[in-house]
């Protein structure tokens, strides 16, 4: 989920230990994985990737690690991913992962911004990619990859709103701060503008553990179907596949995160704003390898960054309810030129 370049405020930073302190992990202690190429034999580059989370199943960071693991063999070099569980064993990671002198270390998350901008003071020449977030200060041997979620999130509000019978759309987001406002205010614009009429509402998953709670994202879904929504844009992390159900039961149709999420509910997910973190890992190493390093890339959909599964090769196959809508999707591919050619500016909640 969002991103940048953002300053870590205090509300965040309590989001991130609550959400990491509730993690289903097992242990405290920081993980590593085995795997590593070949390449590190025959001298290539090494590659480390830290992860605030286990991988597991969140697709996010299964992404991030194909991405790494493209990257070393590009290369012909070696990888190695540390999952962490906790605050304590991101920080281990990190150490462990700087003591070790690779070529790029790579982060996924903000819960490493301030981590990294004391490591990259302390180690200037060891080269850090950090994914969805961003130092407060430029640092020569800080590369950042953000992204534009908001402009996909606008595609499948327009989606939404063409493919409407009440009138009434709705998004569950985990919080009520800007970052995660990206999610859903731009699905809300999205679905106005191709249809005026439309009224949306947003529900906030919160709680103590707002990213990892499937009950309360399927409360709020259907506190927005009763009021009649029947297409809901799902920003509720693993919570999810909560919001799948409760869109299923009423025969109502959704909208997914990251990845392709219509295989977990063929049928109800209609499309899903895809936010491809294996790019931004292999593009991140690729420019700090050719001497490029110290820059924010900003990945939407000129770039490639963000997109939809309907307008990605093999929509046909996705199991996506928008690929029975041909119409639906010539549509939105105006819109995305748009967007593209600069013709349409999505407004960014972040920005605010």
């Known amino acids: 989920m969002p991103r940048t370049h953002r300053s870590r405020s205090l509300r965040l930073a309590a989001l991130a230990t609550a959400l990491l302190a509730a993690a289903a992990t097992g242990c405290n202690a920081a993980a590593k994985d085995d795997g590593s190429s070949s390449g590190a034999k025959n001298g290539g580059p090494s590659f480390t990737l830290v992860t605030p989370d286990p991988v597991g199943q969140n697709e996010f960071l299964k992404l991030a690690v194909d991405g790494l693991k493209t990257a070393a063999k590009a290369h012909d070099g070696s990888q190695k991913v540390y999952q962490s569980s906790d605050p304590a064993s991101q920080q281990q990671n990190v150490q462990a992962a700087v003591d070790a002198a690779p070529d790029v270390v790579v982060l996924i998350g903000f819960e490493f911004a301030d981590t990294v901008a004391q490591q990259a003071e302390a180690h200037p020449e060891q080269q850090f990619l950090v994914i969805d977030a961003c130092t407060k200060k430029t640092y020569a041997n800080v590369s950042c990859a953000v992204f534009r979620e908001h402009e996909g999130v606008y595609l499948a509000g327009a989606e939404a709103g063409l493919l409407s019978e009440s009138g ?134 000129k770039e490639g960054g963000i997109s939809l599964t309907g307008l990605e090769d093999g929509v046909e196959s996705s199991k996506c309810v928008i690929a029975e809508h041909k119409d639906v999707l010539k549509k939105v591919e105006a819109l995305r030129d748009q967007i593209v050619s600069g013709e349409l500016t999505v407004d960014d909640p972040a920005a605010k």
């Open 168 to 301: 009434k759309v709705g998004a569950v987001d985990v919080l009520d701060t800007p970052q995660f406002r990206r999610y859903s205010d731009p699905f809300a614009a999205g679905a106005e503008k191709v249809a005026p009429k439309t009224t949306a509402s947003t529900r906030f998953v919160g709680g103590q553990s707002p990213f990892d709670d499937s009950a309360r994202a399927k409360e709020q879904a259907n506190s927005l179907l009763v009021k009649g929504a029947d297409q809901i844009m799902a920003a509720a992390a693993a919570g999810n596949y909560g919001v799948f159900e409760a869109a299923e039961a009423k025969k109502a149709y959704a909208y997914g995160v990251d990845v392709n999420q219509c295989t977990a509910a063929p049928g109800t997910v209609v499309d899903n704003v895809i936010k491809k973190t294996d790019v931004a890992v292999q593009e991140g190493i690729e420019q700090v390898l050719k001497g490029k390093a110290g820059k924010t890339v900003s990945y939407g959909l």
